[in-house]
């Protein structure tokens, strides 16, 4: 087992960008010392993609290669969370099972927990996948993944209250006239709904679909990536999705791993949510790029240096240009 992290290929104030394969990094760090483990590991699709999806038939046993690590290096009052997309079998209209065989191994022979089951609901996916969609017009068009919020323990850390919600158009409503527009009564149900019903928490508690189009079409580092025609990771979640779990389960200066991290948005959740963050990705033109969501304005011409530097240098823990470190690595390592 290795104790020392390579060198990153950037830090930030918060965190720390690495460059290899997971696993292996994964082995230097401390048990007990991670808070959070989000991730959104290559899905197990049936056409090859440039980000490297294993195949259907490998991929359960390949993924779940990383459970005992992840495991050990999670905190008791830790959480793992894996958004893990749907896929068909190949050449038919039916689902491949591969995401809850994924879920149900994890709990029966790693021992994790299912703290709760969340779906991410993305309104702007396109119809797919194709065939059976758009062409034999079959089936419905898949705009949901499953996401499994996982922990060690009956009690992870967490806190519905920090995700609140913007409350309905009606419950604006009630709140600004409850008298006029509700009455205490009893449901259906048998459960009494009192007068508090209408007081002002600051917002809804949010339920376990979570609605975030993915549609973001300006963020910073899309535009850098055009700028400097540099290819974007085709297989990003919105921000919004990581930077939900993050508040929700962790607090701030708690440790944040993404150990696919892509083009890096967890990290960048976390980094605005002031968590430490520590990320693995093993493409480096993907790392190299994921740079451009941490870039200063006033740095904006350098994008181009510093992504070149990135792509062609051996990695020697470049420092994002006007930042003052706050995360020590060490502190989580053997």
């Not at 011409?301 to 006007?322: C, H, K, M």
């Amino acid at each position: 087992m290795s104790n020392i992290l390579p060198a990153p290929v950037y830090s930030t104030k918060y965190g720390q960008a690495y460059l290899g394969d997971s696993l292996h990094l994964l082995n230097s760090l401390a048990s007990n010392s991670v808070d959070l483990v989000m991730t959104s590991p290559p899905f197990a699709l049936q056409r090859k993609k440039s980000y490297g999806n294993e195949d259907q038939d490998l991929y359960v046993d390949w993924l779940l290669g990383f459970a005992p690590e992840i495991k050990r290096v999670l905190k008791d009052t830790g959480s793992f969370v894996i958004d893990l997309g749907g896929a068909y079998q190949k050449g038919i209209p039916v689902r491949s099972l591969y995401n809850y065989r994924v879920l149900i191994r994890l709990c029966d022979e790693y021992g994790f927990k299912l703290a709760q089951e969340f779906f991410w609901f993305n309104p702007s996916k396109l119809p797919s996948p194709i065939e059976w969609v758009n062409k034999q017009k079959i089936r419905a068009k898949d705009s949901v993944n499953p996401v499994w919020w996982l922990s060690k323990t009956n009690q992870p850390q967490a806190n519905i209250t920090k995700v609140k919600v913007e409350y309905s158009e009606r419950m604006k409503k009630l709140l600004k006239n409850a008298d006029e527009f509700y009455t205490p009564k009893e449901r259906p149900s048998g459960h009494q709904i009192s007068d508090k019903f209408a007081k002002d928490n600051g917002g809804a508690l949010p339920s376990n679909l979570l609605e975030f189009s993915n549609a973001d079409s300006n963020s910073q580092y899309l535009r850098l990536c055009k700028e400097i025609n540099v290819k974007v990771h085709p297989a990003r979640f919105p921000k919004k999705l990581p930077s939900f779990f993050v508040n929700f389960l962790t607090e701030p200066g708690d440790l944040v791993v993404d150990i696919f991290s892509g083009s890096n948005t967890t990290g960048h959740a976390a980094e605005e949510l002031s968590r430490k963050w520590i990320s693995f990705e093993q493409e480096k033109q993907y790392i190299a790029a994921s740079i451009f969501r941490f870039l200063p304005k006033e740095s904006f011409w350098q994008a181009d240096e510093i992504y070149n530097r990135l792509l062609t240098e051996e990695p020697s823990g470049f420092i994002l240009p006007q930042t003052m470190l706050l995360f020590e690595v060490n502190n989580y390592c053997f």
